[in-house]
């Protein structure tokens, strides 16, 4: 496969096992919350093309049902279905995805903030938005492509139809290269952005499916794009969206030197899957 299980790590204790999921973010960022759960195996893994796990195909772009083929895999690997299992961010596409095709494999599936442009109202904009973010990535590297991401992140309230007339955004306001270094294998620029907001869930799959779906989103996130989808995967699932006292990054605990709430994250997050 395009990524080895050489980026697969297993903790194993006590009852239902617990899988943690991200993209394009990896195991590492699961570092401070995976120790809220002592009493649980908890399995975690770096998604194709990223940390432990480098691609070794060529490919430049990875799909949802490719992330989720990958994860049953892994799962199936350690012997560890099936699973509890909490997704975040573009790890919320992909696991739906593996629920749709393999439910017998997840019990409970917590997926927070997952970034599906399909079932918000400004989904053209979104799309556009994403597309025009991936274009400036391979034609101007990661520094400008980088802050347009930023600033898409952080946008509350839907994208209008007019958002190409807004001005791009300055670079080095956030921090980030000028120059271009000529690398184009960034994961999240790169590899995912298309396939991952472009994604169109199976909905009477996960509606007939044996695992239980929790939908969730950040307090803090209420607004932008990745909380707004959620709520809209809740609707069309038909039902309730949990809300963590949280920001889209709330489980970590100085992971990438972001500060979130993790107990507290913990605790909510324990809700769900104690009630599953």
Known sequence: ????????????????????????????????????????????????????????????????????????????AVGAGPVDLFASSGGAVNAPALVAGHGELVGTLVAHEPPVAWVRPDRESVLGVCKDIHTTYLRRGMGPAMAKFFVAAGRKGPFPHGWREEPAPDPAAFGLPTEDDGARDDPLLGQNMLGCTGFRPDFAALRSAATRVVMAAGEESVGEFPARAAAGIARELGTDLVVFRSPHGGFLGGEYGQHGAPAEFARALSGPLTAG
């Not at 980026?7 to 809220?36: E, H, I, N, Q």
């Not at 195996?41 to 799909?63: E, F, I, L, N, Q």
């Open 1 to 76: 496969m395009g990524a080895g299980f050489g980026g697969t790590g297993v903790k194993r204790v006590g009852s239902r096992p617990l899988m943690l999921v991200g993209s394009p973010m990896d195991a590492a960022g699961f570092g401070t919350l995976a120790t809220y759960f002592a009493d649980r195996t908890v399995v975690t893994y770096d998604p194709r093309g990223t940390g432990r796990s480098p691609r070794t195909d060529g490919a430049a772009r990875t799909t949802p049902p490719e992330h989720a083929d990958d994860v049953r895999r892994v799962i199936e």
